[in-house]
């Protein structure tokens, strides 16, 4: 079971820790839930699902963990995954559901809380090329990116999805707890994936302004746009074009609508 899990828990927190690596390291919080609204006579609306997970998907294996208690195995299931060095590299050890859940839910938003996601930042520090009046977005910056971007390049989304339904209660569970009681984890991933689809290609040298002690875009559309598309023009367009062919290939296992670009 500790195997299995983590080829769901596992795939997707690298998916979604790899457009988190290198944000700029401001005092961010998470945007606030949406407001749901009410029915006239004062009951909580029920949102209509989406993207419902199949009945009765993903292989018979032993029950679930309770997601309290979810730590230990999902640690050590990464490890065997993509190895020990990798895994204590790469990840935090402590609330990785949880900590997946946060990410998922603000990488759509203009605002990330940096202190709850689930990955390590990689050594070294934001390069930018130029002075203060006149900077880039140095491309050395890309190739900081390399080991990430292997486990990514070798996840099997088939295998991944089938798990990821099998397991998916651990994730609803999470996802009701961070203040969504009526939510749907599931419309809510695909949500943040076709915003991560969306990201602008940008090829030519990304200009930067620092009006302050962090770097921001210097073209006010790039700016403008959400957590995870400013961190995947981070990563710089080879990189960023490898994470959103295996987010095509999760979608269309998991999802019940058509993507729109």
Not at 152 to 168: A, E, G, I, P, R
């Amino acid at each position: 079971m500790r195997k299995t899990i983590w080829w769901v828990g596992g795939g997707l927190v690298v998916i979604a820790a790899v457009v988190l690596f290198f944000s700029w390291r401001a005092n961010q919080k998470s945007a606030p839930p949406a407001a749901v609204a009410s029915s006239p006579e004062g009951q909580v609306a029920q949102p209509a699902i989406q993207n419902p997970i199949p009945a009765d998907s993903g292989p018979a294996v032993q029950p679930l963990p309770e997601l309290e208690a979810s730590d230990a195995p999902l640690q050590s299931s990464l490890a065997e995954l993509i190895g020990k060095h990798s895994a204590d590299t790469l990840f935090k050890p402590e609330q990785l559901v949880r900590h997946l859940v946060v990410t998922v839910d603000n990488l759509s938003r203009k605002r990330v809380a940096v202190e709850l996601r689930p990955n390590k930042p990689l050594p070294g520090s934001f390069m930018a090329s130029g002075d203060e009046q006149h900077s880039t977005l140095n491309p050395a910056n890309y190739q900081r990116y390399a080991p990430v971007i292997q486990v990514v390049q070798m996840l099997n989304t088939k295998s991944l999805s089938s798990l990821y339904f099998h397991y998916y209660p651990l994730f609803q569970q999470a996802y009701q707890n961070l203040g969504y009681p009526n939510g749907y984890f599931n419309d809510r991933l695909v949500v943040t994936i076709d915003n991560l689809l969306a990201t602008p290609d940008v090829t030519g040298d990304i200009v930067l302004t620092r009006p302050n002690v962090m770097y921001q875009f210097a073209d006010s559309n790039l700016e403008e746009l959400s957590a995870g598309q400013k961190a995947m023009l981070r990563m710089g367009s080879a990189n960023a074009g490898i994470v959103k062919a295996k987010l095509r290939e999760l979608r269309a296992q998991i999802a019940s609508l058509p993507h729109n670009p």
